[in-house]
């Protein structure tokens, strides 16, 4: 984990704030454990999904949530900007449990890369995360995402509006919604790592089929032979990066 202002004022030598990323959910559509897993376990049981239960989630890397991703932005001065990439079902669990551990104060935008029901619903929690000294949030889709994604949100008191004589405005986030122009594409094979060469991979959307150890120790091997790192991440990894 990063270094904290704490950290920095107590100790002259610790490195200055950095740009990081935080893994919020690392998971599947369905989340880790398996729900059907454990109210109809099979014979005999599944490991992965039971295993995510022996142990807390914050010790527990085959416990994930929906995939979300936080990017902390450190500007030049050492202001903090939060950009929030997907929420899920889980959204809620994730503040809950990564917001607080590492200190994540708001969220200032948020990017949707694709149209899931979860999404969309799960959007009426942003208005508690706005940075209160700007009130508004940018919310932005990619082109794969529906046109009608802002018609399907069913709270319009996010989305700013023209107000009436008279009428104040509603101290909640509002959402100021933009397009970008370049979509995502996605990975989802390791012939595609390598085929773009990273300096270094961390995979996401793990379903129950994937023990975190166990085929971390097979990624470890492949990375050592194709000369990629390339491993599983998990919820509530936070890695320092440069921006």
Known sequence: MAATAVEVAENGNADPPRSSLVFLGTGCSSAVPNAMCLIQPSDPPCHVCSQSLALPPKQNPNYRCNTSLLIDYCGSEGNHKYILIDVGKTFREQVLRWF????????????????????????????????????????????????????????????????????????????????????????????????????????????????????????????????????????????????
């Open 100 to 243: 607080t551990f590492h200190k994540i104060p708001h969220v200032d935008s948020i990017i949707l890369t694709h149209e899931h029901a979860g999404m969309l619903f799960l959007v009426w929690m942003l208005y508690a995360l706005c940075n209160p000294l700007v009130q508004q949030m940018t919310l932005i889709q990619l082109p794969s995402t529906s046109p009608k994604m802002q018609r399907r949100v069913k709270f319009p008191y996010l989305v700013q509006k023209k107000l009436k004589p008279g009428q104040e405005i509603r101290r909640v986030a509002q959402l100021d919604w933009k397009i970008i122009e370049n979509d995502f594409f996605h990975l989802q094979t390791l012939d595609a790592v390598k085929r773009i060469c990273p300096k270094r991979a961390l995979l996401i959307g793990m379903t129950h089929e994937f023990d975190h150890h166990k085929d971390n120790e097979f990624l470890k091997d492949w990375s050592n032979r194709e000369g990629i790192p390339v491993q599983l991440a998990y919820d509530g990894l936070r890695i320092s990066i440069d921006l």
